[in-house]
């Protein structure tokens, strides 16, 4: 599309105007009269390109930004050339073949504008124009009207064509080339006269608000110009925001309900899916993302900032609506916290250390004291101002200075005190604790605790404990089941005071809850199965897990043992010594040899004391050695003959 030049008005200048080849009255130099050496080979335009690849960076650094911005009415790429030149057209060319072909560059400016045919909405466009002689070889010049009757259109075809390229570029992205075509009417345009084309690309590839942007003629990189987006910022605050589609931020409204504890947030409405809300505290605190739709009045404070946007491509609304509000102060200074520590000098001088943090940050005063009952009477001649440049900001996102006193004596336990400015008191005292004092008051604390703690459990258990201490001195402890069965076995030959102590032990047995059977009991059962079979099925009703069979001995019972053991041993000799049984006394005449023959049967299994054990009606202490060897191992109780004592 071709333009006149009167069209070139439509853009603010906001680059930087290369002189280079100009005159102060527009004229060409001398030297610019001279044709300049054509880049032919793609080898020497790479090597051009890969020489001036760092060039960029140091024009990027020294160049000021763009100041201005305007409306321009083109949506899609356009050029436009000047008077003396026709049929303009752009297309895309690869850096590697760029070229410009019968032109000599003098000028390059480039600047951004926004682009729309409709103000309503309006893009990002790269304008970049150029200043430029034409130098035609000789054969072109010479070309002209032969004075014969030709047609317009032969004239028009005889018209020399040129080309300009013009490449640009980011520091992330590699160079876009735009190359401009155009036709050449010798008799407008001469050696004395500078051809213009602007090339306006609408959203170019790779730039973005705020991009650094380099641009240059093809093979000429001492005409390189940088350029700088204005950034989202910059252009939202323009007047021309109402047509950047990144420019729109959410329409935030706070408000308060009555007898409510919280602030709700309300939006107008639109693209509340993509909708992000972040909260920070003072103008350079981190803004912390908020997913809910209410904040409670708690932690709402006069520093608090809300930040709104649609995306991440979109310009951020900043706004600080509690800035004027009485309850936001009273919050702060409600959440004001002190701490005191020790530290050390590098001279391994004690440090008084201090530690305030708030929402915000705080003017006011710290100074040490030492306390004196109910007050702090203040060290004169430390106070410290609370500076606004030693605030930060920790993870919590509350802001927090720190500070230190020297010559304050530790061992005192000193304290601290602050004014914050606005609050109608003071905050403290904030003392120090000596460890080295309470350190050892704790331990002697645990200690008596710890000794109580024994005593309580040891009268709590006392009757536990008194009957564990006589059963240990009686022959051992053993469990029984609080409701298990106890089977109680008399002593052959049982004289009159020995039954009765059995009969006692029995009945004392039954009232702690055991389920006691004892053979004087059960004289008629006995007669009617006969005293083997009534064993067993007395054993038959035993729980291996903590039922017991008590045997009681006496001076007999041992005796009885002593025999039935001796016996038992011959009758073996004998068996081995002869095939046929022998007629001898039976080892199963009564309950006690039966019970005999068990507890031979259990220790030769290894059971040993699981289901027996002894009980001696002797006040006289005896150890299991003074037993027949049969016993020995068994669990041996000793009571005295008139009170059978406590039982487990």
């Not at 404070?301 to 009485?326: E, G, I």
């Not at 009757?463 to 298990?484: D, L, N, Y």
Request: charged share 20%.
């Amino acid at each position: 599309m071709t333009h006149s030049s009167q069209q070139l008005q439509y853009h603010v200048r906001a680059g930087i105007h290369s002189s280079e080849g100009i005159t102060q009255s527009g004229s060409p130099n001398t030297a610019t009269n001279k044709v300049k050496p054509k880049v032919s080979s793609l080898l020497t335009c790479g090597r051009m390109f890969l020489r001036g690849w760092w060039i960029w960076w140091v024009l990027l650094t020294l160049s000021p930004s763009t100041c201005g911005l305007e409306i321009s009415g083109y949506e899609s790429d356009e050029v436009i050339c000047s008077q003396g030149l026709s049929d303009c057209t752009m297309k895309d060319e690869i850096i590697l073949l760029a070229e410009n072909d019968g032109v000599d560059v003098q000028n390059l400016t480039a600047n951004f504008n926004l682009c729309s045919d409709t103000k309503e909405t309006c893009a990002l466009c790269l304008v970049i124009d150029t200043e430029f002689h034409i130098h035609l070889d000789k054969n072109m010049e010479d070309e002209g009207p032969s004075g014969n009757n030709e047609e317009d259109d032969s004239e028009e075809a005889r018209k020399p064509k040129a080309s300009l390229t013009v490449c640009y570029q980011t520091a992330s992205t590699m160079p876009t080339c735009k190359k401009a075509e155009f036709s050449v009417n010798q008799s407008a345009v001469t050696q004395h006269n500078r051809a213009k084309v602007s090339m306006v690309i609408t959203k170019p590839a790779g730039l973005s608000f705020s991009s650094k942007v380099i641009v240059y003629p093809s093979s000429l990189l001492h005409l390189t110009q940088r350029v700088v987006v204005p950034s989202l910022e910059k252009v939202c605050s323009l007047e021309l925001k109402t047509c950047v589609e990144e420019c729109q931020v959410p329409e935030l409204s706070i408000v308060i309900p009555k007898e409510k504890n919280h602030v709700e947030l309300q939006f107008d409405g639109k693209n509340n899916g993509s909708l992000s809300v972040c909260i920070q505290h003072e103008h350079n605190g981190i803004c912390q993302s908020w997913e809910r739709k209410t904040i409670p009045l708690y932690s709402v404070t006069h520093c608090m900032c809300l930040k709104t946007w649609y995306d991440q491509n979109f310009v951020r609304s900043r706004r600080c609506p509690f800035a004027n509000m009485d309850f936001s102060q009273r919050n702060v200074w409600q959440n004001v916290s002190v701490s005191v520590g020790q530290g050390q000098t590098n001279q391994h001088c004690e440090l008084l250390l201090w530690n305030l943090s708030a929402p915000c940050r705080l003017e006011g005063e710290v100074w040490p004291c030492r306390k004196e009952g109910s007050s702090c009477r203040e060290i004169r001649g430390l106070r410290q101002q609370l500076a606004n440049k030693k605030w930060r900001q920790n993870r919590k996102g509350l802001w927090e200075e720190t500070g230190y006193f020297e010559d304050v004596d530790l061992q005192l336990s000193p304290c601290v005190m602050v004014k914050v400015k606005g609050m109608g008191h003071e905050l403290g005292p904030f003392c120090f604790k000596n460890t080295d004092r309470w350190r050892w008051g704790l331990l002697v604390v645990f200690v008596m605790l710890l000794f109580c703690f024994a005593m309580l459990v040891f009268f709590i258990l006392h009757s536990f404990v008194k009957k564990w201490v006589w059963s240990w001195h009686h022959g051992g402890f053993v469990k029984i089941g609080r409701e298990g069965r106890v089977l109680l076995l008399s002593p052959p030959d049982v004289d009159d005071g020995v039954s009765e102590s059995v009969c006692g032990l029995g009945s004392l047995l039954c009232k702690q809850g055991f389920n006691v059977s004892v053979d004087q009991w059960s004289r008629k059962e006995q007669c009617a199965l006969g005293p083997l079979p009534w064993l067993h099925s007395q054993l038959l009703k035993l729980n291996t897990q903590g039922d017991r069979v008590v045997v009681v001995l006496n001076k007999k019972a041992q005796e009885r043992t002593e025999e039935w053991v001796h016996t038992h041993k011959r009758v073996i000799t004998k068996k081995m010594a002869d095939e046929g049984l022998p007629q001898i006394w039976s080892p199963y005449s009564d309950v006690f040899t039966a019970s005999l023959c068990l507890i031979q049967a259990d220790k030769q299994q290894g059971r040993n004391g699981e289901r027996f054990l002894l009980v001696k009606f002797d006040s006289s202490p005896s150890s299991d050695r003074n037993l027949p060897e049969l016993l020995q191992g068994l669990p041996l109780f000793q009571l005295p003959l008139s009170d059978p004592g406590p039982t487990n």
